[in-house]
């Protein structure tokens, strides 16, 4: 969006941005809504694995802080595919290099990454593929 911006900031004219389209023509994503089960469990969905393999998800912080009181530390079980659990953990240096880690990206969601790695390539998942976050019991 940013190269974007930066045309029709400096004065572009937005029809050289390509063809109108009418809101009828455009899709909706087909990614299910995030599922909170009673225990308190999420269920999320992969969105995309962004450039740099990080796996990206539905699943903000803002729910993930409600789910859990804002204390993400309860957090101790991030299962996606059948991989082990996969640790929350604030930066990538928390884990050693081309170990599993599950953060809150850029975007402000959970994503699953590998210190200096390609998480895409580990896990094999595409966009579609189920995440499951639940407490420490």
Not at 80 to 92: C, D, E, K, M, W
Request: with cysteine; aromatic share 4%.
């Amino acid at each position: 969006m940013a190269p974007v911006a930066g045309f029709l900031a400096s004065g572009g004219h937005p029809e050289k941005l390509g063809p109108r389209k009418a809101i009828a023509d455009l899709a909706c994503s087909d990614i299910p809504a995030v599922r909170q089960e009673a225990d308190g469990s999420l269920w999320g969905t992969v969105v995309a694995v962004d450039r740099f393999g990080n796996v990206v998800t539905n699943i903000g912080r803002g729910l993930l802080t409600s789910a859990w009181e804002d204390d993400l530390k309860q957090i101790s079980v991030v299962k996606i595919g059948n991989h082990p659990a996969i640790p929350l953990v604030a930066s990538y240096s928390a884990v050693p290099a081309g170990e599993l880690l599950a953060t809150i990206g850029s975007r402000d969601t959970l994503e699953i990454a590998v210190n200096q790695g390609h998480a895409g390539m580990v896990l094999g998942v595409v966009s579609g593929t189920p995440i499951h976050v639940s407490r420490n019991s």
